[in-house]
Each structure stands twice: as C-alpha cells, then as structure tokens.
C-alpha cells in the first residue's frame, strides 16, 4: 500500500480497536507509574472507540479528513492521561495530512513527527522511559527511513519496539516492578496495527513483552489512574470559546492545584482538560475563567478501587525498603520482597507497587529508616482500600529489618507474628559509622571533613580516625546493656580488615556475643550496627 486514503484510515481505526480491545486486560496490569493503574488499556480503548464513532458518523472523502474525524473525536472522548496522548498522537498525523489528503510516506514522517511534539507538550513533566519515550523513538526512526509508507510503517514500529523494551532501564518503578510502561506498549499496538494494514503483514504476538513480568509475581492491581498518591480526584472537561494566552494560564493554574495536567487543543478551537487534584471546585473554576467548559467529569479514585484484591499466589508476605542492590539481595535470600532505591527515596506510589504486586493478602512492610515510614503507611492506607492487610512495622534501620525478619513464621498466627517481628525490631539497638562531609558540632565534640562519626540511634558519640577501633568503641557503649548478637552491615567503604579485628575485640571483651557480617550496607554509612 503504497497511500492511506479515507478507506484505509478507518481500516486503520477498526483494527486499532480490535487491539486494543485484545490487549486491554494485558495493558491494563502492567500500569505502576507513577502509581499502579488499572486503567491505561481501557482508557486507550474508550479514546479509540471514540475516535472511531466520529469518523463513522462524518463524511471523510479522503484520508486527511478522516484522520482529521479521528482526531476530533478522541478529543472529545479522551479518558485519561493515555486518552490525551492518544488524541494528540491522530491529531499530528492528521494536522500533516491537511495539505494533499492521502498518507504517504512522506506525509506520516511529518505527522510522527508533529504528533511527538504534541505529545510531549500535553503531559505537563514528562519523564523518561514513558510513552513519550516510545513516540519520540518511533518518529526519530521514521525521519531516517526510506521514502515509502511501508518502510516508514515499518521502521517506526520496530524503533517503538525496541524503546519499549528499554523502558524499564530508563524508569526505576518498572524495572522494580518488571514491567514495561503500559501507555507505551498501548502505542506500539496502534503503529504495529499501522504497519500490519500498510504491509498486509499480521500483527506480531503481543506476548513477546510478558516475558519482562518478573517469574512468580502475582498481576499488578487496579488502584487508580496514574497521579501522586496525594490527590484524591481526576476533572476532566472539554473547553471551548478561548485561545492560547488564557488555556496558558489555565495550565498554570491547574499546576498549582495538583499534577498530570493535560490541557490541549485539537487544533480547531476545541480543548480538553486534565488534572488530578483536591479542589474539584477550584479546577472547574479555572475552567470558567478560561472559557465555556461542558462534559465535566469527577471521578473519586476510592471508589474505583476493588473491594477484594485478586490473583494472589500466597497468604502473607514481608516487603522490605533497600537502599542499594547489596541490601536488596541480602533481604531477597531471606525471602522478602524488596521495594528497592537508589538515591532517591521512594515513593507512596512506587511502594504501593510492591505491596500490590507481593501476591499476597497479608502483608507486613518494613521500611528500615524513619523517614520512609510515612511513606510506608501511606502506602499501606492505599493498598487496604483495595482489600490488601498491610501492617507497617517501624523499623529504623536495616539491622532492625534483619532482626524482624529473622523472626517471621509464616506457619505461626498471623497477628501473634506482627508482634514478634514487632519486639524483635523494638529489641535491636542500632549503630551505625559514618564519614563527616563538613565542619559540624557535634555532642562527642567538633569533627571536620573526613571524620568518622560513631552514632547510636542517630545521635554522635564519638569521633574517630580508624574504622575497626572506632566500630569496637561503638559495640563496647552499646553491649553495656547486654545483648547477645552483633549484626555488621558493610558499606563499600568498610576497609577489608575491619570484620576481623571486631571479631578478635569481641572474642576477648565479649566472649559471650556472636558476630554476623553482611556485605552490603547502606550506601550513605561505612557500618551499620545492630544488637539483638
């Protein structure tokens, strides 16, 4: 085929449905950023359909104007995040196409290539390893291809395919959750459903993708459509009778009021608006300040959720916050399932991930620093709308994880189990030595750069020069109340000789305690002590 006319567009649009109609279930589970989202595939569906509907009822003679009846229509039923996108997408193609009508290779090089600027302007932080991702691959590559639709077909959905695969390298919360990102893969079925009609070639197996789902774990959950987990509402409206300057400013307001703010145009003076927010009032406002806003929705994300989680392959499960590949594996061989970081601290969102795709009904969330309790809870108040039992057990420290963990008796009673690993976290004493990065005063004294800091539930106590008598120091404060065993975590840091000098100190000063050493510590300590 060598042009797109009106035929072959709504051709194009029956078998984009049937895909998306296949593949919606598939697409809808793999949805968890930046929270897990039941809902991408069937948004993308009820925009196509949508898209769909227009056309059929218009009288599109050639292909401009039908893609044109396209893009129109899934503006206007645009469901989503993804819906938007996807309207943004067939409005490029269409905006191309106004000049001579027929798709050509030529013309669907300029309309990928507008439809990923248009893209990208609806989403309002775009972020890498997303859709926008995948478009921006797919028009890159139909730029450097030959001249005919097919190979231009052809070389952007093979470039789709190829940066979909890549997404969960380029986004932390798919690789934890071993997924690629779900708006994407719903891109790749329109351009492969493309190509299939240009070429006459069948559509590739969209199987070819579930082997990135990580062996053993339990299907994603629906939880709500995609936003931070802080806001409660999803506006959406269609918007008519303004311009540039006050849709602008429309866009500025809505980022004050909450975030995924879409605010787009099909390009003949009809917009559709985006937001997840608290002030529903307040972003249907900004609407009738920028103009004549009608088909408002509100949808509450509570009330989407399932009232019972499915899919789940065990009865209990622990998930563990690490900070670094190192504690990820050292908690992964102890049998927990690990929500891990690096750098950055995680998120309500990207934990509630991990909680929902654990497998698990009962659930107990050790979060091993103080600061991402919140977090934990606040994802745990997520996951138990949807049906899930989460328990957060405040751990403070990656030793007092180790500690509880140690404990778990899946066989034991569920309740009498929380309290176990409960009081054997509450009974480690924590430790940890770090290296001073500035002039401080401190309650041990003054230290500078370089330093090393020996502190106890966070609080210096010392200040010392070599690691081993510094660590040895340390257990000599701390085994003054008694205990029994010493847990060493290492940073990278940690000199090679340390674990052997604490062991010759403790042989002689604490006959009585037992030494275990782990490598793998958190990255912004040289040692982590714990004493059970």
């Known amino acids: 085929m060598q042009v797109l006319d009106a035929v072959a567009v709504r051709g194009w649009a029956v078998a984009c449905v049937e895909a998306l109609a296949a593949d919606r279930e598939a697409i809808d589970r793999i949805n968890v950023f930046p929270v897990p989202d039941g809902d991408t595939g069937s948004n993308l569906l009820h925009t196509m359909r949508a898209a769909l509907d227009t056309l059929t009822d218009s009288a599109a003679a050639d292909g401009g104007a039908a893609l044109a009846a396209l ?18 997408v067939l409005r490029g193609l269409a905006e191309a196409l106004r000049q001579d009508g027929t798709l050509t290779g030529p013309a669907l090089k300029d309309g990928l290539r507008l439809a990923d ?21 797919a028009a890159e590559a139909a730029t450097a291809a030959g001249e005919s639709l097919e190979q231009v077909a052809f070389a952007a959905s093979t470039a789709a395919a190829e940066a979909l695969a890549r997404t969960p390298s380029q986004l932390p919360a798919l690789a934890r959750a071993g997924v690629v990102d779900a708006g994407g893969r719903g891109l790749l079925v329109l351009l492969e459903t493309l190509t299939a009609v240009v070429t006459g070639l069948p559509l590739p197996p969209s199987t070819r993708f579930d082997a990135l789902v990580r062996r053993g774990k339990a299907e994603l959950q629906a939880t709500r459509e995609a936003g931070s987990a802080e806001f409660d509402y999803e506006v959406m409206y269609l918007l008519d009778g303004t311009d540039e300057t006050r849709t602008a400013a429309l866009r500025a307001r809505l980022g004050e009021l909450g975030d995924c703010v879409s605010v787009v145009s099909d390009g003949a003076g009809l917009w559709t608006v985006h937001v997840h927010c608290q002030d529903v009032g307040a972003a249907i406002e900004a609407g009738v300040e920028a103009g004549r806003p009608h088909r408002i929705t509100v949808i509450r994300f509570a009330d989407q959720l399932p009232t019972e989680p499915t899919g789940l392959l065990r009865d209990r499960a622990v998930v563990v916050l690490a900070d670094g590949e190192g504690l990820a594996e050292l908690f992964r061989g102890e049998g927990a399932v690990v929500c891990q970081w690096t750098g950055q601290r995680p998120t309500a969102a990207e934990l509630l991930a991990t909680l929902t795709g654990a497998g698990a009904k009962h659930i107990v969330v050790l979060p091993n620093d103080a600061e991402l309790t919140v977090i934990a809870e606040d994802a745990a108040e997520h996951a138990m709308r949807s049906g899930y039992d989460v328990v957060v057990v405040p751990t403070a420290s990656p030793v007092q994880g180790l500690a509880a963990l140690a404990v778990h008796d899946p066989q034991r009673r569920h309740g009498d189990d929380v309290v176990a690993m409960a009081e054997a976290a509450a009974a480690t ?8 990065e500035e002039d401080a005063i401190t309650w041990a004294g003054r230290c500078r750069p370089g330093d090393l800091l020996g502190m106890i539930d966070r609080e210096v106590v010392l200040i010392g020069s070599r690691p081993a008598e510094a660590v040895c120091e340390l257990l000599d404060r701390m085994l003054s109340a008694g205990g029994e065993l010493v847990t060493l975590l290492l940073g990278e840091s940690a000199p090679p000789e340390l674990v052997g000098e604490v062991e010759e100190h403790l042989r002689r000063a604490h006959p009585e305690v037992d030494l275990a050493s782990y490598p793998g510590g958190s990255r912004g300590a040289m040692v982590l002590l714990g004493i059970e």
């Open 429 to 436: 004493r924590r430790g940890e030595l770090a290296v001073a």
């Open 71 to 88: 893009a129109k229509g899934a503006l206007a039923g645009a469901r989503g995040n993804s819906g938007v996108i996807l309207s943004q």
């Open 117 to 137: 600027r248009l893209a990208t302007a609806a989403v309002s932080e775009p972020a890498p390893g997303t859709v926008l991702t995948v478009m921006h691959a």
